[in-house]
Nanobody, 124 residues
Framework: QVQLVESGGGLVQAGGSLRLSCAPS????????MGWFRQAPGKEREFVAA????????LYADSVKGRFTISRGNAKNTLYLQMNSLKPEDTAVYYC?????????????????WGQGTQVTVSS
């Protein structure tokens, strides 16, 4: 089965930027929506952003609107999350996921393949 691998996480000071990437093991996701979720210590996994199959439609959690940008490249259906103006509350493990459908959604139940996560830590 296809796997997802996230990269680009790290430690950054508040106000800084990071760019996360998510690459599938096989380039078979061009017809499916993709999403980013995150989970902070002691909290449930929450929706961050999603993009539809074509990359033309995006959806963002209220907490990241105006700061984060989700996009997808051409090569191997790579998924990106550009994170600007980072805040300490953005600290979490970030996961990319493939949707069962072609349209993006904030519902985790619509995603069937998940990456192992990459740590993002934002210091005060």
């Amino acid at each position: 089965q296809v796997q997802l691998v996230e990269s680009g996480g790290g430690l950054v000071q508040a106000g800084g930027s990071l760019r996360l990437s998510c690459a599938p093991s096989r380039p078979t996701f061009s017809n499916y929506a993709m999403g980013w979720f995150r989970q902070a210590p002691g909290k449930e996994r929450e929706f961050v952003a999603a993009v539809n199959w074509s990359g033309g439609n995006t959806l963002y959690a209220d907490s990241v609107k105006g700061r984060f940008t989700i996009s997808r490249g051409n090569a191997k259906n790579t998924l990106y999350l550009q994170m600007n103006s980072l805040k300490p509350e953005d600290t979490a493990v970030y996961y990319c996921a493939k949707s069962k459908f072609n349209g993006g959604s904030s519902y985790s139940g619509e995603y069937d393949i998940w990456g192992q996560g990459t740590q993002v830590t934002v210091s005060s």
